[in-house]
């Protein structure tokens, strides 16, 4: 029996952050599927996460750990396709160092992902845009805040993630104002600034004074 510990240790310290370049996001939504795995695991077989080895992550297992998280937790197709790719990188990392294990690893590689219907996501219609941009008090600090986060949001069609993640140094409010932006898979692009965007951040900067992050958006601590 292969002690399963060492492997998953190996997996997310070494093998995605090192060897594949993955982001700590990246390596942090694959850690939460394996633990939610593997305190499944452990429940059915009785026994703890940590003695859990390679054998019992069988494909029967893995078939019930994924019928587990979407009649138990509620998660959709889509969340259940995500936890069973990670499952099958793993396996990737594994066949390379537990020859013995080809058999059921190759079984679990051939469970199937769940086809799903993708909904076409409503937009939101110009007149609802401003309503949203003037909903923030801009009497307010954090008012001014908001409005300059949503403006920016809506302008550059940011995830919440490169939202948060802007920095200071990269915003340039001088003539032809942009933004450089980092986003998913560390790529990075250069935006150009609506004048009113620019002008709701040159606000926001005015009032959010000295703080020692980098961060372009703080709260109030």
Known sequence: MTKLAPLITGFLRDYMPRQRGYSPESCETYAFSFKLLFDFAAKRLGTRPSRLTIEDLDAPLIVAFLAHIEQERGNG???????????????????????????????????????????????????????ILNAPDLATRSGVRDRAMMHLCFAGGLRVSELVGVLTENLSLQHGASVTIRGKGRKERCLPLWKDTARDLRAWLSVRGAVRVPELFVNAR
């Open 77 to 131: 197709a889509a969340t259940r396709n995500l936890r069973l790719a990670a499952i099958k990188t793993f396996m990737r990392y594994v066949e390379h160092r537990v020859p013995s294990a080809l058999e059921q690893i190759g079984r679990v590689h051939a469970i199937p992902v769940k086809r799903h219907d993708q909904k076409l996501i409503r937009h939101l219609t110009m007149e609802e845009v401003r309503a």
